[in-house]
């Protein structure tokens, strides 16, 4: 009962006893009883009123209390979306900027009332990040490529048939969970999973889930060490294009894959110069590359061996145009796979043998930002049974001649950023093989033009065109042309 209702019920048996006792005088009470039972109500009153006040005390409390409550029940982990972590994606980064964002952690953003739920755990002090990005694209081509959404080669002609296609594909949307742990001494450890929809392999033309980061680190501000699928640390810089899945890969641009490893990397600064030292040990026959590469081959028991040293003076994102001033790279890779072959038809069971190959690449790279907003960067590349690396245009091993495919490669690209929303960039690539070694793919050569539009912080329009083409043994080769229109929504 609220004290409204007290009052006015108190002021009704007051009205009523006043009445009856002017009807009934003989029953009436004197002054004195009249004031005494006055106060009585009175007392009771404030006694009631007093009560109501401390039970709405009580509410207000056990509801602050249930909501102190309802995010330790449901986790410790905190879901945020900081535009440090969502512009992973970002079609303009390089890869040594990609490398940078796999071991930052953005700081959560405030809660509100309109804040997600945290996302379950069954381990304290973790923050897990959701992030990616929704991508469609439209590519209309003059000749027939492979994979037709985001192409690498131009197939031979075939008499009779339309060399045109055009796809519309959001294969290049992305997810991302990263992963910030506990801080244990100097290091903080963490990890990322981060993957597109791609099905299975680089060439596959289907959807799926295919998986670019899984790892987990732990890293200081001298040394970093991880474990998982990660970039190549052999030759990681790569060309600013609207279709970065292929970005030269297999025109010039080596190390632009995904392989599991274990990696450790030595940071020294001094002043705005920077040196990094990395090596790893990589699976010497990733399966996400090209499925023919495990077909008729394995490894050996020794894992690939890379190598990197880079210096960079200046710092990112310091000038419209966001690379450092200066970058100079030398990186490397040693390896070896043993491939199967039928060496007798007719023998039953001792009808196959195997011959070793050898793998190597050595790559020089560089980056210069001429002006605020000028800037060229490029890398050149010699090595031999780099399939798996992307280089000598897919090619490994020449299955008759059972010998390593020898070659080299480069790229060039030159960036001029009007502002920071708006920017356009040229370059061209070509992978070349050594024609002694017998390949298939002789050449293949890639020519692009594109430009960018961030026209929101999380959202960007781009539109590339490209020329492409690719030499096959017998004297056979194609060209043609490709026109990309990309939209993209970060989250």
Request: glycine share 8%; no cysteine; net charge negative.
């Amino acid at each position: 009962m609220n004290s409204a209702h007290s009052r006015s019920l108190l002021n009704a048996l007051l009205a009523v006893w006043l009445l009856w006792g002017s009807a009934a005088p003989t029953l009436a009470a004197d002054d004195a009883q009249i004031r005494q039972l006055k106060a009585l109500l009175e007392k009771q009153q404030a006694i009631i009123e007093s009560q109501g006040a401390r039970l709405e005390q009580q509410e207000r409390l056990l509801q602050r209390l249930a909501s102190k409550l309802e995010p330790v029940n449901a986790a410790p982990a905190i879901v945020t979306t900081p535009p440090a972590v969502a512009e992973v994606a970002s079609p303009a980064a390089t890869k040594d900027s990609t490398a940078a964002a796999e071991t930052t952690v953005a700081a959560p953003a405030p809660q509100n009332a309109m804040a997600p739920l945290p996302v379950g755990t069954r381990f304290s002090g973790l923050r897990v990040t959701l992030g990616g990005a929704l991508r469609t694209t439209v590519t209309t081509t003059t000749a027939r490529m492979t994979p037709d959404a985001t192409p690498f080669l131009v197939l031979p002609k075939v008499p009779g048939v339309p060399d045109g296609t055009t796809k519309i594909d959001a294969r290049l949307s992305s997810l991302l969970i990263n992963v910030q742990g506990v801080q244990v001494g100097e290091y903080q450890l963490g990890g990322m999973i981060y993957a597109y929809l791609f099905d299975g392999d680089l060439l596959s033309g289907k959807y799926g889930l295919y998986p670019g980061f899984a790892y987990v680190d732990a890293t200081s501000d001298k040394w970093r060490f991880a474990a998982g699928l990660q970039q190549d640390v052999f030759s990681p810089l790569m060309p600013t294009m609207v279709d970065r899945m292929s970005a030269f890969a297999g025109s010039g641009n080596v190390g632009n894959s995904f392989k599991p490893q274990i990696r450790a990397e030595r940071f020294f600064v001094n002043g705005d110069d920077r040196v990094v030292l990395q090596a790893a040990l990589a699976d010497a026959l990733p399966s996400n590359i090209k499925p023919e590469f495990t077909n008729s081959t394995e490894n050996t028991g020794v894992p690939n061996m890379e190598a990197r040293i880079a210096w960079t003076r200046g710092k990112e994102g310091e000038a419209t145009l966001p690379w450092a001033q200066y970058m100079l790279g030398l990186s490397g890779a040693r390896g070896e796979f043993r491939t199967i072959y039928d060496k007798d038809p007719a023998a039953a069971i001792t009808r196959y043998a195997a011959y070793q190959t050898d793998l190597y690449g050595v790559a020089l790279e560089a980056a210069w930002r001429i002006t605020d907003r000028l800037g060229i960067q490029g890398e050149y590349y010699r090595g031999e049974a780099l399939g798996a690396y992307l280089g000598t245009a897919f090619q490994t091993v020449n299955a008759t001649r059972r010998a390593p495919i020898a070659g080299e490669g480069y790229w060039a690209e030159v960036a001029w950023y009007w502002n920071k929303s708006l920017h356009q960039h040229v370059g061209y690539g070509a992978d070349r093989a050594d024609r002694a070694d017998g390949p298939i793919i002789l050449g293949n050569e890639t020519a692009f033009a594109n430009a960018f539009w961030d026209f929101g912080r999380m959202t960007t329009l781009g539109f590339e065109s490209t020329w492409r083409e690719t030499e096959y043994a017998g004297g056979v080769s194609n060209d043609g042309f490709a026109f990309m229109f990309s939209s993209e929504l970060r989250f």
